[in-house]
């Protein structure tokens, strides 16, 4: 079973800034995209971010200007500035896997991240 390691949540007060981590297992060889979500209490999950392979990225409205993907081979980070309280939840990197057919999503297992003063 593929696992994604992520790190960096924790609590953060409003205006400040976090920096999530993704590690994908080196027996990933190709990866079609990259993308973080995050489920806020009582919310479905929402994509926030998103990288593919053409290096194009996403943004979801609400984090446009405050938040940047980045990947570096098998590394995603999400760099999360001017944070609010509305981006409290849990955050899932994902990775599109190429390396086989079909291609397949995996999912890191969640990182708390607490905005509050």
């Known amino acids: 079973q593929v696992q994604l390691v992520e790190s960096g949540g924790g609590v953060v007060q409003p205006g400040g800034s976090l920096r999530l981590s993704c590690q994908a297992p080196?027996?990933?060889?190709?990866?079609?995209?990259v993308g973080w979500h995050r489920q806020a209490p009582g919310k479905e999950r929402e994509q926030v971010a998103l990288?593919?392979?053409?290096?194009r990225t996403e943004y979801a409205d609400s984090v446009k200007g405050r938040f940047s993907i980045s990947r570096e081979k098998n590394m995603v980070w999400l760099q999360m500035n001017n944070v609010r309280i509305e981006d409290t939840g849990v955050y899932y990197c994902n990775v599109d896997d190429g390396t086989n057919w079909p291609p397949v999503r995996h999912w890191g297992q969640g990182i708390h991240v607490s905005v509050s003063s």
């Open positions: 080196p027996s990933i060889i190709s990866i079609n995209a």
């Open positions: 990288i593919t392979v053409g290096v």
